[in-house]
Every structure is written in structure tokens, then in C-alpha cells.
């Protein structure tokens, strides 16, 4: 089940299909410490989600409906957990303590219409329990901090004890169900239904536990793809027609607003806003992710960093991979990373330049202001890209390419490496190829001495 070989870099990694192909990087990556990689196999369809369960412990999950635990350092797969008849459509890890120890479980959902909550330890004879009477599949799972329940969220809001006891729940009666969930402070729950954000009340009183919904924020015009919590005084949501809106995560009012457009100017022509015939999927915002400060959007093939405490644009890439970008995230050390539909991850650095390095496309505007409770602009003018100071540049440093299918996702582990996880039904763990070397010849070292020692 276990393959290692070198990462391939170089002219594959560039889309020979694509008319308008993303920028390509050659085989010298200098700044790219991804040299090598292993291949996890045990899936049989797509694999959708990965979960960190500690330093050197993963999850994955998928359409196969398995949930499969390995140990990154080693690729060794722990656990193998069936406690679903379809795939899954969400996952999440919570912590307990058991003879004072802590422990950490993981919560499935599916389109089975069933909850699974299990233990990642393979001590623990896989003990899985399963609810299996819900009104609708759960879409999305939200584990609280610092109270003893967790959420989950479909067309109804359910409130569950750490022990899989339903405390209370609350019932949409509409197609669209909760999509996204984040925790706000106060016990508040913001949730992303269709085009609206819903405010939800939570009761924890001892004598009977309730949720309400308070509150509709229905400031996006169209459907919610992307909601985050950026630190605990933000949150921010991202909508399919390209709609960033960041909000007060205490009175719930917006408190920046940007409308992302992809779009050239044709000749010398004047540039022009012509939303209408830009393909929906070149503004809709698939991903967001953040570091309490700067916060990325995956908006269609591209990305666009925005700094929520400053409430201005830090960089963006039109055409950042050949096709949509899933996945995104901030690293530790400032850089950006993404993966995409193309089966491409790649690495980007944040640089200060004189100029652009790419120059602005006509039609990108940041729409900057004050806006009311609708979400309507106030009188302030859009403003060009090109017209802010200290804009910089995304410049690729890394292109790690080994999956054969779109990139769904990736986890961090430090220096321990990143996992990806793929449409071809693989997981990679892509490694410092240096660090890995020096691990091989310390570890020989340390058996010749063992052996001398006999």
C-alpha cells in the first residue's frame, strides 16, 4: 500500500491542454523544500477530507464512506473505520478526556442520513456509535469550544452531548440546509444557508438546552460557497458571484465588502464592468482560509489575499492554476498555498516589489466604503487595483505535482511534511527531501553503532 518516490517538477507541470494556461515553473525550485514524496493507497473513491488528529496523526474521508487513520511520519495506516453505507459529506475531530487522559474521537457524516463518532485510537477496538434516524444528511460539523456539545448542520440544526445524545434541534423548512458553520462569541452560531447568513442563539442551561434563530443577514446576492472564523472579532463570508464580505463576529455588521471580478479589457478599449458575460465560475469564491490577520480567497482559478485588519488588498493572481482552485491555506512562515482541480499544489511567496508582476486586469475592482445593514454601497467610488499602494506580488516558488486528479484538499504538518488528498483516490506525503535524508543517515548511524556495540 506504500510507494515513495521523487516529486516531478519541471515541464509537467504545466497544462499542454489549457489555451490560457497558468504561470509554469521549472525544475530548479530553490524555495520548494517538497522534494520528496510517498504515496498512501487505501481509498476506493474520491477522498474529499483530511482532519489532523495530533503531530503525526491523520484522517481521511471520502465517497467510499471509509474513514482511514495513518501515521504521517511513517505512512502506516492505524485505523480503518465502515461505519457508513454512502460517501461522507463531512468530518471533524473533538477531544475528551478518559482516566485522565486526553483522548481524541472523530464525528462522520453522510448522505446516508447517519452521524458516526469513533475513536482514532487503534487500541480502542474501533468502537464506532451511530445515529441513523436524522431528518436530512448532515452537510457540515461544527465542534464547540469550551462547552461539551457539538453541531451539526443539514436542513435542520442539531445540538449533540459529547456522549451522541441529541440535546435539541432546530428545523429549516426550505431546499436549501446549512452548508457552513462557525462559532461566534457569546454562544452564538453564524450558519451559511443558500444566500443568507442566519444567526443562531444557543441556550446551554442545565435545566434544558435550545437554539434559536435570532437573526438573517441577507446581504449577498447570491449563494454562500465559503464561511470562516478570522479571529474573535471577524468573520467572513464568500458567495459564488464573487462577494467577500467580513463581518463582526458581536453585532453582526459588515465591516468590509468586497466584490471580486475577473475580467479583461479587450484592445485599448475602455474597461468595462460586464459581469453578465463572465463565466459564473471564474468569480464564485470556493475556499477561504485565513491566519487571524490576512485571509486568501479561492475566487474560480485564482487567488486574492486580503488583510482583514487593514481592510485593504495585499495581493492576487488572476490565473494562479488551469483550472478552479479548491483548496488554500497560510503557512507559518508566510507563504500561500493552494491545489486545484488540475491536480496541481503549489507555493507562493508574498514579495514586496516596485511594480506589480502582473499587471491589473481591467475589471478587477475593490469596492471600498460603508455599507448599511443591505450591503449597499454608500457613495463611495470603486477604486483599481492599480490605484493601491502596497499592493505586492504572488510569485510561484513550488509546484508539486503527483495526483492524477483533482486536489481536493491538504493538511500541514510542520516540518513533518503536507498531505494532499485527490479525486485519483490516493493521499500524498509530500516531504522535505533534505530533512528526510538527514533522518535516513542518522537513523543507519545510530543501527552501526548498535551493531558495533553487540
Request: charge should be negative.
Amino acid at each position: 500500500d506504500l510507494v515513495t518516490g521523487r516529486g516531478t517538477f519541471g515541464s509537467n507541470s504545466c497544462s499542454q491542454t489549457n489555451l490560457i494556461a497558468a504561470l509554469c515553473i521549472g525544475e530548479e525550485q530553490p524555495k520548494n523544500c517538497f522534494t520528496e514524496l510517498q504515496v498512501l493507497k487505501g481509498h476506493f473513491d474520491i477522498v474529499r477530507f483530511l482532519v489532523q488528529i495530533d503531530d503525526f496523526r491523520l484522517a481521511s474521508a471520502g465517497d467510499d464512506g471509509m474513514v482511514l487513520v495513518w501515521n504521517v511520519e511513517t505512512g502506516e495506516r492505524l485505523v480503518e473505520l465502515r461505519g457508513h453505507t454512502q460517501q461522507i459529506t463531512a468530518m471533524t475531530s473533538y477531544t475528551f478526556i478518559r482516566g485522565g487522559k486526553p483522548h481524541t474521537g472523530l464525528i462522520t457524516a453522510s448522505s446516508d442520513r447517519t452521524l458516526v463518532m469513533c475513536s482514532s485510537q487503534p487500541d480502542t477496538g474501533n468502537r464506532v456509535q451511530t445515529v441513523s434516524d436524522l431528518q436530512s444528511s448532515a452537510r457540515c460539523l461544527l465542534v464547540l469550544s469550551g462547552v461539551d456539545v457539538w453541531l451539526s448542520g443539514g436542513n435542520e440544526l442539531c445540538v449533540w452531548s459529547r456522549d451522541f445524545q441529541l440535546q435539541c434541534k432546530s428545523v429549516h423548512h426550505r431546499d436549501a440546509g446549512i452548508t457552513a458553520m462557525v462559532e461566534l462569541p457569546r454562544n452564538y452560531i453564524a450558519a451559511a444557508m443558500d444566500k443568507e447568513i442566519v444567526i443562531f442563539k444557543l441556550n446551554l442551561s442545565e435545566v434544558e438546552m435550545s437554539v434559536l434563530a435570532i437573526r438573517h443577514l441577507a446581504d449577498h446576492q447570491d449563494t454562500i460557497r465559503a464561511l470562516i472564523s478570522i479571529n474573535d472579532g471577524l468573520f467572513a463570508s464568500g458567495s459564488h458571484n464573487g462577494e467577500l464580505i467580513l463581518w463582526d463576529a458581536v453585532d453582526w455588521t459588515i465591516q468590509a465588502y468586497e466584490f471580486i471580478l475577473w475580467e479583461e479589457q479587450a484592445g485599448d478599449a475602455q474597461p468595462e464592468i460586464r459581469v453578465g458575460q463572465q463565466k459564473q465560475t471564474d468569480m464564485s469564491i470556493q475556499h477561504l482560509a485565513t491566519d487571524g490577520e490576512l485571509v486568501v480567497a479561492a475566487v474560480g482559478s485564482g487567488l486574492y489575499v486580503y488583510n482583514a485588519v487593514m481592510k485593504t488588498v495585499v495581493a492576487y493572481r488572476k490565473i494562479a492554476h488551469d483550472s478552479d482552485v479548491l483548496h488554500t491555506m497560510l503557512l507559518d512562515n508566510g507563504q500561500v498555498m493552494s491545489c486545484s482541480e488540475d491536480g496541481s499544489v503549489r507555493i507562493w511567496e508574498l514579495q514586496d516589489l516596485p511594480l506589480p508582476a502582473e499587471p491589473a486586469p481591467s475589471g478587477f475592482f475593490g469596492m471600498f466604503g460603508t455599507f448599511g445593514r443591505s450591503g449597499k454601497q454608500t457613495g463611495a467610488p470603486m477604486k483599481k487595483l492599480l490605484d493601491i499602494s502596497g499592493l505586492r506580488s504572488l510569485e510561484l516558488i513550488g509546484d508539486l505535482i503527483g495526483h492524477s486528479g483533482a486536489v481536493q484538499m491538504f493538511a500541514s504538518f510542520g516540518e513533518k511534511g503536507l498531505v494532499t488528498c485527490s479525486a485519483d483516490h490516493l493521499l500524498i506525503a509530500w516531504k522535505d527531501g533534505e530533512r528526510e535524508s538527514q533522518l535516513r543517515s542518522l537513523a543507519l548511524f545510530q543501527k552501526l553503532e548498535e551493531m558495533q556495540g553487540l
